[in-house]
């Protein structure tokens, strides 16, 4: 099982940019493919990036463009580049591990998940 741990959410403007880090341990995450997923208030939790282990991506209509996911595996860790983000970018960000090769968009295809950081753009 791999412990996964978000930070960087906060508060901005639209326009602005944030950096959201997911850090893992327990174990390398080399050999996972990574996702990161968002949850607004009385929402379903839906994908936003994915990256396989050898660096693929795959992103939502809604970010492309917008978003950039990447790893390093040095550090163990996953980020989630955001720019001219938008009031409806506002929801909680979680990361997620899931055990295999290739990207999935669906939160049942992952094994592992974080606590979750929170993202509030304002207008």
């Known amino acids: 099982q791999v412990q996964l741990e978000e930070s960087g959410g906060g508060l901005v403007q639209a326009g602005g940019s944030l950096r959201l880090s997911c850090a893992a341990s327990g174990r390398t995450i080399s050999n996972y493919a990574m996702g990161w997923f968002r949850q607004a208030p009385g929402t379903e939790r839906e994908f936003v990036a994915a990256i396989s282990w050898y660096g693929s991506t795959y992103y939502a209509d809604s970010v492309k463009g917008r978003f950039t996911i990447s790893r390093d595996n040095a550090k163990n860790t996953v980020y989630l580049q955001t720019n001219r983000l938008k009031p409806e970018d506002t929801a909680v960000y979680f990361c997620?591990?899931?055990?295999?090769?290739?990207?999935?968009?669906?939160?049942?295809?992952?094994?592992?998940w974080g606590q979750g950081t929170q993202v509030t753009v304002s207008s």
């Open positions: 997620a591990a899931r055990k295999s090769w290739g990207v999935e968009t669906t939160t049942s295809g992952y094994d592992d």
